[in-house]
Nanobody, 121 residues
Framework: VQLQACGGGLVQAGGSLRLSCAAS????????MGWFRQVPGKEREFVAR???????YYTDSVKGRFTISRDNAKNTVYLQMNSLKPEDTAVYYC????????????????WGQGTQVTVSS
């Protein structure tokens, strides 16, 4: 599967952005999807994930502010980000796996190209 992420940009603190990740192929519903982010000089970190059945999970720092969802008819996963903070600034990546649905980035086999999110204070 090929993934194409978009929706990043520059926003003021407290604002919102919605990231999208479009997947190629006909079997999107069989993939668990995740969002990760990376700041220069730091390791990529888990943000949110949604499994085949729509069950979601979030890292503590985004709970209550971010929402991951998927539209299998559109082969797309979304990350709605509200109440953004400067510390959310990062390159955001979407990832997919047919066999794994956890938080370990190393176990996702497919990655999008990343989209920059910058939150100004």
């Amino acid at each position: 599967v090929q993934l194409q992420a978009c929706g990043g940009g520059l926003v003021q603190a407290g604002g919102s952005l919605r990231l999208s990740c479009a997947a190629s192929g006909r079997t999107f519903s069989s993939y668990a999807m995740g969002w990760f982010r990376q700041v220069p000089g730091k390791e990529r970190e888990f943000v949110a994930r949604i499994n085949w059945g729509g069950v979601t999970y979030y890292t503590d720092s985004v709970k209550g502010r971010f929402t991951i969802s998927r539209d299998n008819a559109k082969n797309t996963v979304y990350l709605q980000m509200n109440s953004l903070k400067p510390e959310d600034t990062a390159v955001y990546y979407c990832a997919a796996s047919q066999v794994y649905s956890g938080n370990d980035e190393g176990r996702y086999g497919y990655w999008g190209q990343g989209t920059q999110v910058t939150v100004s204070s």
